[in-house]
Structure formats: C-alpha cells, structure tokens
C-alpha cells in the first residue's frame, strides 16, 4: 500500500503548508510546557535560572525541531524510518560501551552540549519503524503468525539493550509503545489476549524466582514491588517516596496550598521533586483544579491525535500519529499512576513538564512526525 | 488496481476502528486517574491534609563513630576528634555571597577550602547543608553561635573526623580516610545509606580500607521535629548507631617512631618482627608524610611535593617495594646446596676473584679472590664464587623451592595496601612469564641474591625469622579486635636439619661480631644480646667490562639513583632469637655501611623497649652515637590513653 496511489496534487506544497499545520495541538503542547516552566520556578524555590530557564531554551528550540520536521513530506520520514532504526540501535550499543553511568546506570552519551539518552530516541524510532512496516504489509498478512514475529523482534531488540542498562522503566515504555502500534494496524485480538495471559504467567515465574540462585531481577527491584503493595513495610527507606508523595499530593485539596507555599515540597520531603514527582509539586500547590487541568490539556493532544489519526487515509501517517500519541500516554500515565500510589516507581519523566533535555527534545521531534501527517495528509478533491 | 484502493480504505478503515478503540481505551484510564485524584484530593484531603501537618517528623541518619585502630600497648594511632564546623544552607541563607563575607569577618576561612565549599554548593540541591569551614576552634564556634541571628542559613556544628595523633609514624600502615568519591561508590554494589551523606570518610589505603568493614560501624536513625521553616525543633526518638570496632596492632608505637625517625634522612624501608609469634613490630617506610593531610583534603601543591619527590614519601618501601636481596640472599644458596648434600658441611671452594661459565665471567666483589673458603667464611666475609659453585651444584629449580619455604615470592595476608610477592626465578617461572628457557649463568646471578631475584623488607624479615627460630613463622598486624584477641596458629617446623640451622646461625653471628665480618663495626655488645646478621649490597647497574678493567666507580662518585641498595638482615639476641630484622637503604650504598648500623639502632631499641644505652654500643662508636641520638627528634613514649576520647 503505497502513499502515491492518492491524489499528491491536493497536499499543500511550499509556504503554504504552515496554514495547514495543526495548530491547536501546537497550542496544546505550548500550555502543557509552560506548566512545566511554572512548576520548575516553584521547585527551585524561585529561581528561573535553575531548572525553569534551560527548561524554556530547550522547548524553544524543539518548537522549532517540531515545525522543521512537520514542513517535511511524510514519505520522507517514512523513508528515514528504517535508517532511524538502525541509528538507534547503533546508539543504544555505544552507549553499552561509552556511555557514562549516572544514578547506578549506564543511560547517556555526552555531547557536550547535551546528554543524549538513546533509549529516549528510540521510543520514537521503534513507532516509526512499525509504522512503516505495516505500511508496506498487506492486509491480509498482518495477523499471520511470521509477520507478527517480525514486528515483536523489532521491539524486543532494542528492550533488551534497554533492559541491560539498566532502565527498566524505559523497558516497559518500549514494550508498550510496540504493543499498541501493532494493535492499531490491526493484529488480531487473540495475539494480544495470549500475551496479557503469559506476562501474568511471567509474573507468576519472577515472584516464584524470589531467592533461589536463578533470581530472575535484583533485590531492589523486589524490594520496589515490595514497598508498592505496602508502603508501611518500609516507610524510611524506598516506600518513603510514595508515602510523602501522596501525603503531598492529598493535602493539596481542592484548590491547593498556592503556589509556592506547599510545605511537602518546601520542607524537602519530597524526592525528585524537579523530575519524576513534579506532578506531586503541582497537585500539592494547585490542587485538584491544578492536576485535573494538566490531566485534561494531555487528554485534549490524545484527542486531537486520535482525530488527526482518523481522518488520516494514509496508514503510515496515521499509524504514526496513533503511535506518537499512545507514547506521550504511557509516559503521563505511568507517572501520574506512580505518583499517585497507583504503580511501583520505575523512573519515568512527566512528559514535557518533568525537568530533562533528551525527553523533551525527542518528544517534540516527535510530534513534528505528527504534524508532518497532518499536513501531507492525502485530501480528496 | 481497484483491487489494491479497495484493500487500501480496508485497511484505512481497520485502523480508524482500531485507532478510535485505543483512544478511548486511553481516555478510561485517563478517567481512572482523575478518579483517583479526585478520591485523594477531595474526599481524603482532610486525613491527608493531617497527615501533612503531622508530617514536620524528618529522620536524618546518625553516622557511627569509626573504630579506633590502637598500637599493641593501646596508644591510640588513629581517633575519633570532635571537629567543630560551620554548615549553610543555601536555599535559606538568602543572599550568600552577603551571608559569607559576614562570616568571613567573624572567622578565618581558607581560600581554597571557601571555593571548595563554594563549588559543592552549587553542585547540590539548595537545600543540602554543604560544610562552609571545619577544624574550627572553640572560640570561633561560639563567635557563630552569638550572632546566629543575622546569620541566616548558617549552622555551627560538631561532628567526628579521623585524627592521626602520631602523624607521618603510621601513614603508611594505618594509610587514611577520606570523603567517598564517585569512583568509590562506583566500586560498590548497593552501597551502605552512610555513603551518602556527603563527606563521609571511609577508608582510601592501609588498615583504614583493608579493614574498612569491621572500622565503619552500622548508622543509626534519629526522628526530629522540624518548624515550618525548616529548623530542627525538638528530637523525638533515635536508634543507635554502632560504633565501628576497634584494631589493636601488633606494633609498638615508640619503636615505629624511633625506626621512622632513624631512617628519616634516606629512602629506605625497616620491618622488624617477633621471630616467635609472628608480630610486626615496626613497619618503617621513610620518607613518610602527614596523613592528616589527607583527611582534610591536600592542596594539590602538597600533593605534587609528596608525588614529585625522589624518596617517594607514598610509596610504602616494606611491603610494595621490591628489591633484589643481594648477599642476603647467600643463606638461601647455602642452606639449598647443604640440604640437598651437594656441598659438604665443611667443604671448602676455591675463590680466585671470578668463576668462568660459558665463556662469561661472573666476578666476586674482591677482585683478588677470598681464597679457600668454607660455608662459613663465604657468609662471613660474603665471597661470591662460593655460592656461585654452590648453586651451580644445586640447581636453580632446588633453590626457588628451599627460598619458598622461607616466604620468599610469598603475598603475606595482611591488611595492608599493595602487598607484593615478589620474584623467586625457576625454571618453570621463566618458562610461564618469559615463555623463556632457563640460562645456566642466571643461576649464578641468582645464588647471589641478583638477576631476577625480588623481595620486600617484609619477606626479608620473615625469611630471617624463620631463619632464627627454624619455624614457619607468619607475620600478623593484628593483635586483637574490640578486646578479643585474633588467634594464632602453632608455626610448623621447617624442613631443614637443625644442625644446619645453627650451622647458617653461627655464620650470621660471625657476620657481625667475628674479626673478619662484614658487619662487625654495627655489633652489639651488650652480654646477651648479640647480634648475628647478614650485609647486602645489590646493584641497580650493569658493570660493563671496561669498567671493570678501568675500575669500578666508587658509589660516592655516582648520581644517587644509580648507586647500589644497602640491605641487612639480623636477628638477636643471638642465643635466644627474640627480634628479627630487615632492612633496606635505597641507594644508600654498601649494606655494611648503610643499612646495618639503623638496623643494629632500631633492633636494640625493641630489646630495650625504649633509646638504648650507650654501652650497648662497642666503646669506639659511644661518643658518635650520643651525637645521634641528641640530633634525632623523637616522639616520647605514650601511655595508653583513656579509651573516653571516643565522643
């Protein structure tokens, strides 16, 4: 199935496609992140110059990535996507082997200028590369046990890197992101009914792992799942965390503590507190008004994306846009389900908002993918 | 054509369905969150918003008190010091750059410790106490504490730092703490929570990291009540830290500061040990240095000094310098050829000034020749042609094993950084190291304690003990551990005849007291306890033929770092071996000369138990040793301090 068959004639071309750019969804994103910049002033206790000014020049320059990208037609990326693949693959292996270690993992190359987080880019890169490859399966192949092999080992290649750094986090996001990519272009329900029943069955197997010599994770992994399920098990140390998390999360109410005056995150009872629990800094200040709007903003960028999606005839765009989406998702839910007791802690940023240069960077590069589907979307006459 | 737009709106159709599915799939959970928000944040907030009020409890971790390491007459050599210090805070000092220069007005700051702090601070979060001065006095604690308030953000505090009372004595023994690194948390797999508190010491060479384990001691917990601001109101409740447990050593703190300070002036290395049980009572590495330097951080300008100079004052000579033993090594060849029964007892050699071996000439020291020698005349007065027939007739691979025996090539298992095995040459061991085949003029390099020969002053030491006592004596640094004595084994007897062991003993004893002995100006001549030794000379230079037939160039003539090494072994009393002894002078020339008198000095003072007196010395040398002893600066003998110094 190929892009050409539609009319080209009807895409706009040259200066014009910028009337053409989806721009609700670039004002979507610009609110998303300028909660970000509010939040990082607050945790800094005041300083812009800490987190929230690199936080800005950083967004500015990805509005632009994200506008460069999208004035690029859609089969051109479609083109790049094996190649970005494999450029991720190769970063992912040369960070294994240069890469710097940081907080007890091996995750970054130093550019000088910024650290780059492989695993970040191949989020995107694995969407792409699916994407495409459904693009170009036909139909009646797509729930053919071979040509689901193939998709699955496309995923789990780069997991497995990841897994090795080790993120686990990043790991579960990569699986995810892959599963629903596969599950738009249409694999058969049954597929993904097996392999919910084998991961319960997986989880059976690690549990039962549990202090024999063939342990299948280490001990802080377990003991993780452990302060989840019971936070009091050990309110000192790891379950610490959630407890203050949530206590900060809780006592912001309805309408908050105000900015700058939550006492969970002035007092310094919160860990993180300009990363992975950002969201508990916001909710404690702004209360359920506060975190209920940040919830609906990325509920509306998951609307707007779906209906770009939809309206999309082209399935590289549109699996692509689906895919891009389902990311930002993984991320917001699975932090938020963190912060809010909801899911052990594994590391992952609050999508834009979260202080981190790769993540937001590759985010944006992202959605100029999106944008690009937008935009080079096949019109009928 | 129509057949593939067909398929094409199916598919576009599948993944619309599919698309608007996982969307709404999304939006439930999105649903789930704002749920749970909405439980958490509307129907709980009063129970949360309680637990927030409630929630001024912090726990800060209590580091232990480290365990103090004591000599084996309980002096303590490194202690636990209250170390008064200043703390800021920088998320509440408000303007800092104002808050230092009011504290600066009020006491002194290093500058290079102020950038130092000043650098950390901005590494941190805001709100980690970053020390801003330590090691303050009493008086300037208390100028901080009275004006508290104008000084926003800054803390006096007490906290424990490592001390060294004995300084440079036992640097390279105990070695010193320092701040954990990056790289020291590197090296850990899910490390101690103590090791995160900044600054924390932990061990970086010597006892202090060998024994780091036993010497850290567990954290304790303490609940406190802080205010609104932040500030620590009242403690609620605190766990215990455990202390770190305490090292006894086996050495005696008077006569390692006596060693040290008799070789203060060469670069040299002195073990001595107690040929009975093994303990090491002196471990002297000279030049040394400050540890205390080092717990506080040195300037890099110290450091270069320490690095740049020529003694290596870092480098600890007993146990990581490696040398070839020279003449010292001429029991060994002695005892291996008597052993096997290739040489008689008293079969004599004829020594014509050289032995010729495959068209080489490998020369004895007097160039003359010593004559008809015995076992004990080629000891005695060192002749080289002896051995050199000696171990011809023994083989080399008979040789290593005997020297094996005696500790030689051996990693002694003591808490110490960089232990060394050293090299005992065989056969095998070229074949392994070399993939070389063994050449038979190594052999005689070898019976001579040259060549390929390495050991340290500590497997020298212990050679001589073994020596003395005919035991396989093991060195040990540990006496006891928080009061309980480390047991001992029994030391097996070795294998070599008893009536050769005094044989090789009475030749040693001949070495320094007999006429024509080359340690006979260092003897001791107090009755009962003589001395019986062995001088070593080892080259670190080829002697080319011309040279030879120029003649050789006398030492003092040569830059320093060409010069040969001066080695000695002894042991004494020679009737009841109770000290052995291993020393080595780098550089310093012949071992009669420069390594036997020190060696004579330091083993005396451990008979003595403290300066021996001068009619321990032959009448001649008294008035020169009354000199020695007014111009050395030693430290007086400690009592054991009060064990209460622990805060």
């Given at each position: 199935m190929s892009y050409l068959e539609y009319k080209v004639q009807t895409v706009p071309t040259g200066l014009r496609k910028i009337l053409y750019v989806n721009w609700a969804l670039v004002l979507l994103l610009a609110a998303v992140s300028s909660v970000g910049f509010l939040m990082l002033f607050s945790v800094a206790g005041g300083d812009l110059s800490r987190w929230a000014e690199p936080q800005m020049k950083r967004f500015a320059l990805g509005i632009c990535v994200m506008l460069a990208i999208g004035m690029a037609p859609i089969w051109f990326w479609r083109s790049m996507a094996v190649p970005a693949y494999l450029f991720g693959l190769v970063l992912l292996i040369a960070v294994e082997l240069f890469g710097e270690v940081g907080m007890g993992a091996q995750r970054w190359i130093d550019l000088k200028f910024m650290r780059l987080q492989p695993s970040e880019l191949m989020k995107i890169s694995l969407v792409m590369v699916l994407a495409a490859y459904y693009d170009w399966l036909s139909m009646e192949r797509v729930s053919r046990p071979f040509w689901v092999i193939v998709p699955v080992v496309l995923t789990l290649i780069p997991t497995a890197l990841v897994l090795k750094q080790p993120d686990l986090g990043t790991a579960i996001l990569l699986v995810a992101g892959g599963g629903i990519v596969m599950f738009c272009a249409g694999v058969s329900w049954w597929y993904f009914i097996a392999v919910a029943a084998g991961a319960g069955a997986l989880v059976y197997t690690v549990f039962a792992s549990r202090g024999t010599d063939w342990q299948l994770i280490k001990d802080y992994q377990f003991r993780r799942i452990d302060t989840f399920l019971d936070p009091s098990t050990d309110p000192l140390g790891a379950g610490y965390h959630i407890t203050q998390s949530k206590i900060a999360l809780g006592s912001g109410g309805w309408t908050g503590k105000g900015f700058m005056q939550g006492t969970q995150s002035r007092l310094n009872f919160l860990p993180e507190k300009h990363t992975d629990f950002i969201f508990t800094t916001l909710a404690e200040e702004f209360g359920f008004i506060g975190g209920f709007s940040l919830l609906a903003l990325y509920g509306l960028i998951i609307f707007f994306c779906v209906v770009s999606a939809v309206q999309n005839k082209d399935r590289f765009g549109s699996l692509v846009t689906l895919g891009v989406a389902a990311t930002l998702f993984l991320f917001f839910a699975v932090n938020m389900s963190m912060v809010m007791g909801l899911a052990p802690v594994v590391g992952v940023p609050l999508p834009l908002v979260s202080y981190g240069g790769s993540a937001m960077l590759v985010l944006l590069a992202a959605f100029g993918l999106v944008q690009s589907a937008h935009i080079h979307r096949p019109r009928s006459r | 054509m129509k057949r593939v737009q067909k398929e094409a709106e199916e598919a576009s159709q599948l993944v619309t369905r599919r698309g608007v599915i996982l969307g709404g799939m999304q939006l439930g959970f999105m649903g789930i969150l704002g749920l749970r928000m909405r439980q958490m944040q509307v129907e709980e907030a009063e129970s949360y918003r309680l637990l927030a009020e409630e929630n001024r409890v912090n726990v800060r971790l209590i580091a232990p008190s480290r365990g103090i390491i004591y000599d084996r007459h309980g002096v303590a050599i490194a202690q636990n010091a209250q170390n008064y210090r200043v703390i800021i805070v920088r998320e509440d000092a408000g303007d800092v750059d104002e808050t230092i220069a009011k504290v600066l007005r009020l006491i002194p700051i290093d500058e290079n410790d102020l950038e130092r702090s000043l650098k950390e601070m901005n590494r941190r979060s805001p709100f980690v106490p970053v020390t801003l001065a330590d090691q303050l006095r009493w008086e300037d604690i208390a100028e901080i504490a009275v004006n508290a308030p104008v000084l926003p953000g800054i803390t006096p505090d007490v906290g424990l730092s490592r001390e060294y009372p004995l300084g440079a004595d036992f640097a390279h023994i105990v070695g010193y703490v320092g701040p954990v690194s990056d790289y020291d948390l590197s090296k850990i797999e899910d490390p101690d929570?103590?090791?995160?508190?900044?600054?924390?010491?932990?061990?970086?060479?010597?006892?202090?990291?060998?024994?780091?384990?036993?010497?850290?001691?567990?954290?304790?917990?303490?609940?406190?009540?802080?205010?609104?601001?932040?500030?620590?109101?009242?403690?609620?409740?605190?766990?215990?830290?455990?202390?770190?447990?305490?090292?006894?050593?086996?050495?005696?703190?008077?006569?390692?500061?006596?060693?040290?300070?008799?070789?203060?002036?060469?670069?040299?290395?002195?073990?001595?040990?107690?040929?009975?049980?093994?303990?090491?009572?002196?471990?002297?590495?000279?030049?040394?240095?400050?540890?205390?330097?080092?717990?506080?951080?040195?300037?890099?300008?110290?450091?270069?000094?320490?690095?740049?100079?020529?003694?290596?004052?870092?480098?600890?000579?007993?146990?990581?310098?490696?040398?070839?033993?020279?003449?010292?090594?001429?029991?060994?060849?002695?005892?291996?050829?008597?052993?096997?029964?290739?040489?008689?007892?008293?079969?004599?050699?004829?020594?014509?000034?050289?032995?010729?071996?495959?068209?080489?000439?490998?020369?004895?020291?007097?160039?003359?020749?010593?004559?008809?020698?015995?076992?004990?005349?080629?000891?005695?007065?060192?002749?080289?042609?002896?051995?050199?027939?000696?171990?011809?007739?023994?083989?080399?691979?008979?040789?290593?094993e005997l020297c094996r025996e005696f500790g030689l090539g051996e990693r002694f298992d003591l808490p110490l950084s960089a232990v060394r095995e050293g090299i005992v040459p065989s056969t095998k061991w070229k074949a392994q190291v070399r993939g070389e085949r063994w050449n038979p003029g190594e052999t005689l390099n070898t019976a001579i304690g040259q060549g390929d020969v390495l050991a340290s002053p500590l497997q020298l030491a212990v050679m001589t003990a073994r020596i003395a006592t005919g035991k396989v004596v093991m060195p040990r640094l540990v006496k006891s551990i928080n009061g309980v004595e480390v047991p001992s084994e029994e030391a097996a007897s070795l294998n070599v005849s008893s009536n050769l062991m005094s044989m090789i003993r009475r030749s040693m004893y001949n070495v320094s007291n007999g006429r024509r002995g080359?340690?006979?100006?260092?003897?001791?001549?107090?009755?009962?306890?003589?001395?019986?030794?062995?001088?070593?000379?080892?080259?670190?230079?080829?002697?080319?033929?011309?040279?030879?037939?120029?003649?050789?160039?006398?030492?003092?003539?040569?830059?320093?770092?060409?010069?040969?090494?001066?080695?000695?072994?002894?042991?004494?009393?020679?009737?009841?071996?109770?000290?052995?002894?291993?020393?080595?002078?780098?550089?310093?020339?012949?071992?009669?000369?420069?390594?036997?008198?020190?060696?004579?000095?330091?083993?005396?003072?451990?008979?003595?138990?403290?300066?021996?007196?001068?009619?321990?010395?032959?009448?001649?040398?008294?008035?020169?040793?009354?000199?020695q002893h007014e111009e050395m600066v030693l430290r007086r003998r400690l009592t054991p301090g009060k064990k209460a110094s622990r805060a």
């Open positions: - | 929570p103590l090791l995160q508190i900044p600054k924390f010491q932990i061990g970086k060479i010597g006892v202090e990291t060998k024994l780091e384990a036993d010497l850290r001691g567990r954290a304790g917990t303490r609940r406190i009540e802080v205010n609104a601001g932040g500030r620590v109101m009242r403690e609620l409740g605190r766990v215990d830290q455990t202390p770190g447990r305490d090292m006894q050593l086996t050495i005696d703190h008077g006569l390692q500061n006596y060693a040290q300070a008799r070789l203060a002036d060469e670069s040299a290395g002195s073990v001595v040990i107690d040929v009975e049980t093994g303990e090491l009572l002196a471990m002297a590495s000279a030049p040394s240095f400050d540890p205390n330097l080092f717990v506080r951080g040195i300037s890099s300008k110290d450091y270069n000094g320490l690095r740049e100079n020529t003694y290596k004052p870092l480098f600890n000579k007993t146990v990581q310098g490696l040398y070839p033993p020279g003449s010292t090594f001429k029991m060994m060849t002695g005892l291996a050829a008597l052993r096997a029964g290739v040489m008689g007892p008293g079969e004599t050699v004829y020594c014509p000034g050289h032995m010729s071996l495959g068209g080489r000439r490998f020369h004895c020291w007097k160039r003359g020749g010593h004559g008809w020698m015995d076992l004990d005349d080629a000891i005695t007065q060192s002749c080289d042609v002896y051995f050199y027939e000696a171990a011809q007739r023994v083989g080399v691979d008979r040789l290593a080359t340690a006979r100006r260092s003897r001791i001549v107090t009755e009962g306890f003589e001395m019986a030794g062995k001088t070593g000379t080892s080259q670190v230079r080829n002697i080319t033929t011309a040279e030879r037939a120029r003649g050789v160039t006398r030492n003092d003539q040569l830059p320093w770092n060409r010069r040969d090494h001066g080695l000695f072994v002894a042991f004494a009393p020679f009737d009841k071996p109770k000290y052995a002894i291993a020393t080595i002078v780098e550089h310093g020339g012949g071992g009669s000369s420069a390594a036997a008198p020190p060696s004579r000095d330091i083993l005396l003072y451990a008979l003595y138990g403290d300066v021996p007196p001068l009619e321990a010395y032959p009448s001649d040398q008294r008035e020169r040793i009354r000199t």
